[in-house]
């Protein structure tokens, strides 16, 4: 019968092969959401050549998960490419390769609970925001002759603000 063997896991070595392919990360506690790369049009990377790092870095991830008996959610796994509203001369068929599984670029990417879309505008985030907030204002609109100046301003601050926070 086999013993189950425990591993202390630290990010810091996931940390290490990002810095080591030349990408940026960040980590929020035991979810590692951001691998980037960030081009200055006067670079002279290619978008394809960017997306075989990230690709290379995210097969290495796979790897050092595998030999430590970690597994990747592929469901989870995004690559979005973000550019400026100008630049529309980018495929959209581009993908990449981790760990046996071809990952389609994403139009739009969700981050600590914010909508990021490849053009930076926003929009499936604020509209949905804009949205609800609206949708409140107007039901404490039919109720607001009932109400007194300070309880209206609570119920704005906790139904409407609170969304825009």
Same mark, same amino acid.
């Given at each position: 019968m086999l013993e189950p063997k425990y591993y202390t896991i630290y990010t810091k070595q996931v940390g290490t092969i990002c810095r080591n392919h030349g990408l940026n990360h960040h980590f929020y506690a035991d979810d590692s959401q951001l691998l980037y790369l960030s081009l200055k049009p006067t670079d002279c990377v290619t978008i394809s050549e960017a997306l075989r790092r990230v690709e290379s870095c995210l097969n290495d991830i796979v790897s050092w998960m595998h030999r430590h008996v970690l597994k990747r959610n592929a469901d989870k796994t995004e690559v979005i490419l973000f550019s400026s509203k100008d630049i529309n001369k980018i495929p959209s068929d581009l993908s990449i390769n981790a760990g046996g599984a071809t990952i389609l670029l994403s139009n739009c990417a969700r981050n600590l609970g914010t909508w990021l879309n490849s #053009?930076?505008?926003m929009e499936k985030h604020v509209n949905p925001v804009c949205r609800s907030c609206y949708a409140q204002l107007r039901h404490i609109g039919h %109720? @607001?002759?009932? /109400?007194? %100046?300070? !309880? =209206? #301003? $609570? %119920? !704005?601050?906790? /139904? !409407? =603000? $609170? @969304?825009i926070d």
């Open positions: #053009k930076m505008n %109720i @607001r002759q009932h /109400l007194t %100046i300070n !309880v =209206t #301003k $609570s %119920i !704005v601050n906790s /139904l !409407v =603000t $609170s @969304r």
